[in-house]
């Protein structure tokens, strides 16, 4: 069992479409991250989530902290074939920052 | 900018055999983390290292052993490959692992053991 559980695994949409994928557990974390990870690259940084309720914008990306801080959604708008990749949300295990990570969710952006 | 490097983008190995998997950050980082990532698993930690000569065990050590002799280079051993250990292996580091640092990882070794 999966401390973090993505949602959905698979998604592939039209270009210009919005979706939004989740990151959900039954562990309350301090903070959570997203990652974007492209094929032939390891994940990069996209955003982090520290306090409940938070939300943060970067471009047409909307991602959201939930109040008990069990939980967090990524929105895209108008999506872009530039956006496919795999989205993994990660948190840490301990006061340590030992972070764990979900499976991700594979978006396909289809021009 | 943060750099890190993997020794191997792409490794075929024999069942069997020893093997070495390098990995060197230039960012002076004192913790340093082996995953593998597997379709559906995510990434699973393996081993991290928080500074010279020190390791700990992650989720699946089992089957690897990890050496941290300099600050920089953080290496993953398979100590008799066998053809379950075919994955993707992630090498990453962080600065200070008690903030909300990211992880900077490298490209990734995807190794295939026959």
């Known amino acids: 069992t999966q401390l973090l559980e993505q949602s959905p695994q698979f998604l592939s949409i039209q270009e210009g479409e919005n979706l939004t994928v989740y990151c959900n557990s039954s562990?309350?974390?301090?903070?959570l991250q997203w990652y974007r990870q492209e094929p032939g690259e390891g994940p990069v940084l996209l955003v982090t989530?520290?306090?409940?309720?938070e939300v943060k914008k970067l471009k047409r990306l909307t991602f959201q902290f939930g109040d008990a801080r069990k939980d967090s959604s990524l929105h895209i708008t108008a999506a872009q074939p530039g956006d496919t990749g795999l989205y993994l949300c990660a948190g840490p295990l301990n006061n340590n920052n030992d972070m764990r990570f979900g499976a991700g969710t594979r978006l396909t952006v289809k021009p | 900018d943060v750099k890190v490097t993997q020794s191997s983008r792409y490794l075929v190995k024999r069942t069997g055999e020893k093997v070495f998997l390098e990995c060197v950050q230039d960012?002076?980082?004192?913790?340093m983390f082996w995953y593998r990532q597997d379709p559906g698993l995510g990434l699973r930690l393996i081993y991290f290292s928080y500074d010279v000569k020190m390791k700990e065990k992650g989720d699946i050590p089992e089957g690897y052993s990890v050496s941290r002799e300099k600050k920089e280079r953080f290496s993953l051993i398979l100590e008799s490959a066998s053809t379950n250990q075919t994955s993707m292996y992630l090498c990453a580091s962080i600065g200070d692992r008690y903030s909300n640092q990211p992880q900077h990882f490298g490209d990734g070794t995807r190794l295939s053991i026959l």
């Open positions: 989530v520290v306090t409940g309720g």
């Open positions: 562990s309350v974390f301090s903070s």
């Open positions: 960012m002076d980082h004192e913790n």
